[in-house]
């Protein structure tokens, strides 16, 4: 896993927050799908630092959002539902 700040606690949790919300019946297989949905949610706070960082360019912005695309898909094979982030 990986370590968080105390701000990427308050966004891992309101991620998950959102996520029970709009998958009240998640069901979770093994492990491995556990650290796929973490993955999202890691890639997901990336695209957004990425998003927010004053030297930005639209390269680093696309290239980070391919891979949360990416492992936007393969938490909804997973889970059956849409990534909410």
Known sequence: MFKLALPGK????AAAACIGYKANKLRVKSPEDIQKIANALKHSKRFNDELNKPGA???SVMQKLGLLNA???????ITGVRWPL
């Open 10 to 13: 308050f966004f891992m949790g």
């Open 57 to 59: 360019t639209v390269d």
């Open 71 to 77: 492992r936007g898909a393969e938490f909804e094979r």
